[in-house]
């Protein structure tokens, strides 16, 4: 899908009834989703601890930190440090690097999706902890933080704002899930994830976010992720 065409589908959505409602005059639902973002976290959390510390472990015994930090574009386009467990060889930017240089067919699909099916980053414990979303757990932290939300956009690196024009997404805060994760996962460019997430603000209620969590562990369960 085009830039154009992607403006012109938020253009849609934006002047649609639900998404006034949903984005100007909805305090009761957005105050709501934050308790239930707190709420849910501190539930799933000792599960969630047991599972992050083992693949930690794992992780270190391999070589390398356990653990990666980088920084993401969040609401109202703020940057914040985004964690996950560690899917990648110590030197993946130089692998990129070389890899797109001499594959052209993958260079073609890094920038239309920036990611890649074979991507030669990935360390061999990481394909797993990528395949079932194992690596996103550490995010919870952010969710208790205020950075992201259960359910939203997924969260941009800054330099991928280009990929956002128009869109909604500066509107909502980042979310360890999202319409676009349980609809077409890792098979849509990465415009079409950002009108996903525009459909999303203009469906926002208590209901939408639960049937994507109810959604979400399905998925991920089928292991398309990368």
């Not at 976290?41 to 969630?48: E, G, R, S």
């Not at 360390?123 to 395949?131: C, E, F, I, P």
Request: charged share 20%; net charge positive; aromatic share 12%.
């Amino acid at each position: 899908m085009s830039e154009g065409n992607l403006r012109y589908h938020f253009r849609l959505i934006s002047d649609s009834p639900a998404y006034s409602r949903t984005t100007k005059s909805r305090p009761l639902y957005f105050t709501g989703k934050r308790f239930f973002d707190v709420a849910m976290t501190l539930m799933v959390a000792p599960f969630a601890l047991l599972i992050v510390g083992l693949c930690a472990l794992l992780i270190r015994l391999n070589g390398g930190k356990a653990f990666f930090c980088q920084p993401r574009v969040g609401k109202g386009g703020r940057v914040f440090n985004l964690w996950k467990l560690r899917t990648m060889a110590p030197d993946a930017d130089k692998r990129l690097e070389e890899y797109l240089a001499d594959n052209p067919s993958a260079k073609i699909e890094w920038d239309t999706k920036q990611k890649l099916e074979n991507d030669p980053r990935i360390t061999w414990m990481g394909k797993y902890l990528r395949k079932y979303s194992i690596d996103e757990l550490p995010q919870l932290l952010n969710v208790i933080a205020g950075d992201m939300s259960l359910v939203g956009p997924r969260p941009m690196l800054p330099e991928q704002r280009q990929y956002y024009p128009g869109t909604a997404y500066f509107n909502m805060r980042p979310g360890l899930t999202g319409l676009w994760q349980i609809s077409e996962r890792n098979g849509c460019t990465f415009v079409e994830r950002a009108l996903h997430d525009t459909r999303y603000s203009a469906m926002m209620s208590f209901s939408a976010d639960l049937w994507i969590l109810l959604l979400t562990p399905m998925v991920v369960l089928k292991g398309t992720g990368l």
